[in-house]
């Protein structure tokens, strides 16, 4: 088994990257508090695409909690293109980890032609989308020289959640003792990652040889999981390029289930909820027609297991634990690839995002370069 790639690496640094944001998350959060502490907000709209829009999504639950107003998680192009807003009091944020996505600039563009407040979130300093919106904060998860980003999904998303944490607490919408309870529970997610890479790691030894001829992979999963679903498809078929799909389970059961054959591989991210158990049944069913089911859950409820599932004690908590489910996703779009001959690093074309325009690249900030 490979290891030696930064994917890799940057799985394992996702734990730190994280701590960091936390501790951090005054000084890194400042300009765009002291900007909008005194600026009424109603809504919100946040807008990324590919595992900036996860990532969103990963943050929307806590967020609307903590806010207890609406936030959406969209697309650029569907905001710049479709989107009717009603209330002035909108704040459209921006986030692009690269900072130079074209689609992410149309998007600010049209919330600020629409008389509407906007922030901009990257990890590049220099990132074009800063001037495209009234502040700039910085995800602070180091220069990911990687085509597919691994650290950098849960850092957008507790970047996210630091942002509207720290301008609830300026506005006095959450205590300090509730923020106190959030981030422990944070905290106890976060020292679970380190586990949840080696019990991953040693998993997918298992399953490699079974996985690897695969041409049809699918991911499948629930609630706040979700967001997980979509970005372990996305990192798989980014690295794996085989073709890879990603469903919530209930839309898997309205039609999704008829195209299942033996050739079919499928992931279930089966979180603790209400749906654990119809996915146990789910697969009891499935096995009828693919041999190639691998479970990843929790032990709790899961009478009959094979080497084929990840049972393992994940922290459970709905609002973080996808920064748990997202790792064994990671650890496959890492190393399946290297067992293929593939370089998980670079993507099959670095030039792409040049060639068709969805990206400026600036020969320094290509996350396929060393410079």
């Given at each position: 088994m490979l290891l030696d790639s930064k994917m890799y690496d940057y799985i394992c640094e996702t734990p730190v990257v994280l701590r960091n944001i936390i501790?951090?998350?005054?000084e890194i959060t400042k300009s765009f508090v002291n900007y909008y502490k005194d600026i009424n907000i109603e809504q919100i709209y946040v807008m990324g695409s590919g595992t900036s829009y996860h990532a969103v999504l990963a943050a929307k639950a806590y967020l609307e909690e903590i806010l207890?107003?609406?936030?959406?998680a969209m697309y650029p192009t569907h905001?710049?293109?479709?989107e009717k807003i009603f209330n002035k009091n909108t704040l459209v944020i921006g986030v692009s980890q690269s900072g130079q996505s074209l689609s992410t600039v149309a998007g600010l563009d049209s919330a600020?032609?629409?008389g509407l407040h906007t922030a901009a979130i990257s990890e590049n300093p220099t990132a074009l989308i800063f001037d495209h919106a009234d502040t700039a904060t910085r995800i602070e998860v180091g220069n990911e020289k990687c085509g597919a980003k691994t650290k950098g999904y849960a850092g957008t998303t507790v970047t996210l959640m630091m942002m509207l944490t720290e301008l609830a607490l300026v506005k006095g919408m959450i205590s300090e003792d509730a923020v106190q309870t959030y981030l422990s529970r944070m905290n106890t997610v976060i020292d679970n990652l380190g586990n949840v890479t080696e019990a991953s790691t040693e998993w997918y030894g298992r399953i490699k040889d079974e996985l690897l001829p695969s041409k049809r992979?699918?991911?499948?999963?629930?609630?706040?999981?979700?967001?997980d679903v979509l970005e372990g498809a996305l990192k798989i078929l980014e690295t794996v390029r085989q073709g890879v799909t990603g469903y919530d389970i209930e839309e898997f059961f309205h039609g999704i289930y008829n195209s299942i054959t033996?050739?079919?591989h499928i992931f279930y991210l089966a979180s603790k909820g209400d749906y654990k158990p119809r996915t146990l049944k789910l697969i009891e069913i499935l096995s009828e027609w693919t041999p190639h089911n691998y479970l990843i859950t929790s032990p709790e409820g899961v009478e009959h297991s094979s080497e084929k599932d990840l049972i393992f004690n994940f922290v459970e908590d709905p609002l973080f634990s996808t920064w748990e489910y997202i790792i064994p996703m990671q650890i496959v779009a890492?190393?399946?690839?290297?067992?293929?001959?593939?370089?998980p690093d670079i993507p099959k074309d670095p030039l792409f995002h040049k060639r068709i325009g969805s990206k400026i690249l600036d020969g320094v900030r290509d996350n396929f370069s060393d410079k």
């Amino acid at each position: 088994m490979l290891l030696d790639s930064k994917m890799y690496d940057y799985i394992c640094e996702t734990p730190v990257v994280l701590r960091n944001i936390i501790n951090n998350r005054k000084e890194i959060t400042k300009s765009f508090v002291n900007y909008y502490k005194d600026i009424n907000i109603e809504q919100i709209y946040v807008m990324g695409s590919g595992t900036s829009y996860h990532a969103v999504l990963a943050a929307k639950a806590y967020l609307e909690e903590i806010l207890n107003m609406k936030v959406f998680a969209m697309y650029p192009t569907h905001f710049e293109r479709s989107e009717k807003i009603f209330n002035k009091n909108t704040l459209v944020i921006g986030v692009s980890q690269s900072g130079q996505s074209l689609s992410t600039v149309a998007g600010l563009d049209s919330a600020k032609e629409k008389g509407l407040h906007t922030a901009a979130i990257s990890e590049n300093p220099t990132a074009l989308i800063f001037d495209h919106a009234d502040t700039a904060t910085r995800i602070e998860v180091g220069n990911e020289k990687c085509g597919a980003k691994t650290k950098g999904y849960a850092g957008t998303t507790v970047t996210l959640m630091m942002m509207l944490t720290e301008l609830a607490l300026v506005k006095g919408m959450i205590s300090e003792d509730a923020v106190q309870t959030y981030l422990s529970r944070m905290n106890t997610v976060i020292d679970n990652l380190g586990n949840v890479t080696e019990a991953s790691t040693e998993w997918y030894g298992r399953i490699k040889d079974e996985l690897l001829p695969s041409k049809r992979i699918i991911v499948v999963g629930y609630d706040n999981i979700y967001a997980d679903v979509l970005e372990g498809a996305l990192k798989i078929l980014e690295t794996v390029r085989q073709g890879v799909t990603g469903y919530d389970i209930e839309e898997f059961f309205h039609g999704i289930y008829n195209s299942i054959t033996e050739s079919a591989h499928i992931f279930y991210l089966a979180s603790k909820g209400d749906y654990k158990p119809r996915t146990l049944k789910l697969i009891e069913i499935l096995s009828e027609w693919t041999p190639h089911n691998y479970l990843i859950t929790s032990p709790e409820g899961v009478e009959h297991s094979s080497e084929k599932d990840l049972i393992f004690n994940f922290v459970e908590d709905p609002l973080f634990s996808t920064w748990e489910y997202i790792i064994p996703m990671q650890i496959v779009a890492c190393l399946a690839p290297q067992d293929l001959g593939i370089n998980p690093d670079i993507p099959k074309d670095p030039l792409f995002h040049k060639r068709i325009g969805s990206k400026i690249l600036d020969g320094v900030r290509d996350n396929f370069s060393d410079k």
